[in-house]
């Protein structure tokens, strides 16, 4: 399988990221692929059905007790939720409606956005946005931990702790690492988001508010399908900065686990990304993949050689806006 990596810094590296010279061999040999690019005309139906699936929940657990409220939240709630953010991933790619309708994306994406609980998608587009272009780069891909996460979580129960507070770092590292000045979607977003929640709680009181809050937090943090957020970038062999994850849980998660297919063609959607695989099955059949999200945590958790260090870093220049 190869090297594993040591703890104690990032791996810095002083190449390009593959997947831009990958997408230009893939497309070269196989052209068909630019046809999978486009919008999905069934996502926005799907996360329609997700979304008002979770208004429906509000109103059954308004009168259910406190244990019963964070228990749906975390078995149920929170995997529509965390599967909601993911599909918002999906449509910050504009493959809800395409490119040449940009801001119909947007506005669809608020509306994924409001099981959640908490204004994300806006803020999310824009970061995310430089985690593809500056894939590792320092200081400008905050999906990258900072120095004090690598050197303070270093230990199992650090490390258990950090993956618990995941959705904590992944809001506030943006505002230290990158910040930038708020839009006025990411104020348009707080605005829904908050009317919405206010509703709810005039509608139906607290316990459904912390239904859809609580079922966020907890399942973004220590739970099955957050391990994506590990497997997806950590470098668990020494060389591999991006890792794919072909198993069941993609069908929760819009195939964000097809993930080295994702950042070479990030315009293709989840849905058809399987469909790269298997055209250009020789550029990834023989890469490293994980074959379990809760393996991944598992290794995460107790593995020394793996921590929030075992990222890759690189220095890059700023692209010019166009």
Same mark, same amino acid.
């Given at each position: 399988?190869?090297?594993?990596?040591?703890?104690?810094?990032?791996?810095?590296?002083?190449?390009?990221?593959?997947?831009?010279?990958?997408?230009?061999?893939?497309?070269?040999?196989?052209?068909?692929?630019?046809?999978?690019?486009?919008?999905?005309?069934?996502?926005?139906?799907?996360?329609?059905?997700?979304?008002?699936?979770?208004?429906?929940?509000?109103?059954?657990?308004?009168?259910?007790?406190?244990?019963?409220?964070?228990?749906?939240?975390?078995?149920?709630?929170?995997?529509?939720?965390?599967?909601?953010?993911?599909?918002?991933?999906?449509?910050?790619?504009?493959?809800?409606?395409?490119?040449?309708?940009?801001?119909?994306?947007?506005?669809?994406?608020?509306?994924?956005?409001?099981?959640?609980?908490?204004?994300?998608?806006?803020?999310?587009?824009?970061?995310?946005?430089?985690?593809?272009?500056?894939?590792?780069?320092?200081?400008?891909?905050?999906?990258?931990?900072?120095?004090?996460?690598?050197?303070?979580?270093?230990?199992?129960?650090?490390?258990?702790?950090?993956?618990?507070?995941?959705?904590?770092?992944?809001?506030?590292?943006?505002?230290?690492?990158?910040?930038?000045?708020?839009?006025?979607?990411?104020?348009?977003?707080?605005?829904?988001?908050?009317?919405?929640?206010?509703?709810?709680?005039?509608?139906?009181?607290?316990?459904?508010?912390?239904?859809?809050?609580?079922?966020?937090?907890?399942?973004?943090?220590?739970?099955?399908?957050?391990?994506?957020?590990?497997?997806?970038?950590?470098?668990?062999?020494?060389?591999?900065?991006?890792?794919?994850?072909?198993?069941?849980?993609?069908?929760?998660?819009?195939?964000?686990?097809?993930?080295?297919?994702?950042? *070479?063609?990030?315009?293709? $959607?989840? @849905?058809?990304?399987?469909?790269?695989? /298997?055209? !250009?099955? +020789?550029?990834?059949?023989?890469?490293?993949?994980?074959?379990?999200?809760?393996?991944?945590?598992?290794?995460?958790?107790? *593995?020394?050689?793996?921590? $929030?260090? @075992?990222?890759?870093?690189?220095?890059? /220049?700023? !692209?010019? +806006?166009?």
């Amino acid at each position: 399988m190869g090297n594993r990596v040591t703890r104690g810094d990032f791996e810095w590296v002083y190449t390009e990221q593959p997947h831009t010279q990958r997408r230009k061999e893939i497309l070269a040999k196989y052209p068909k692929i630019k046809a999978l690019m486009g919008p999905d005309p069934h996502l926005k139906w799907i996360v329609s059905g997700m979304v008002f699936m979770q208004f429906l929940a509000c109103y059954l657990v308004k009168d259910l007790s406190w244990k019963w409220i964070f228990f749906w939240a975390y078995a149920f709630g929170g995997c529509v939720n965390h599967s909601l953010t993911l599909a918002i991933h999906d449509i910050s790619h504009n493959v809800a409606f395409g490119n040449k309708q940009a801001k119909w994306n947007r506005w669809f994406a608020v509306f994924a956005n409001l099981p959640v609980g908490v204004p994300y998608s806006a803020s999310f587009k824009k970061y995310h946005i430089d985690h593809h272009r500056y894939l590792g780069g320092d200081s400008l891909d905050v999906d990258i931990p900072t120095d004090f996460e690598g050197w303070f979580f270093c230990t199992p129960l650090r490390k258990l702790l950090w993956l618990f507070l995941q959705p904590l770092f992944y809001s506030l590292r943006p505002l230290y690492v990158n910040p930038k000045a708020i839009t006025q979607m990411e104020i348009f977003n707080a605005l829904v988001q908050f009317s919405v929640d206010f509703i709810i709680f005039y509608l139906w009181g607290l316990k459904p508010i912390v239904y859809l809050i609580a079922g966020t937090i907890l399942c973004m943090g220590l739970h099955p399908i957050s391990g994506h957020f590990i497997a997806e970038h950590y470098m668990f062999l020494k060389g591999y900065e991006t890792y794919s994850y072909y198993g069941p849980l993609n069908w929760l998660t819009f195939n964000v686990g097809y993930h080295m297919e994702h950042h *070479d063609f990030p315009s293709i $959607p989840g @849905s058809k990304l399987p469909m790269v695989k /298997k055209i !250009a099955a +020789e550029y990834y059949d023989n890469l490293p993949y994980h074959q379990s999200w809760i393996r991944v945590l598992w290794d995460f958790v107790f *593995d020394d050689s793996i921590g $929030p260090y @075992s990222r890759v870093k690189r220095k890059c /220049k700023l !692209a010019k +806006e166009s």
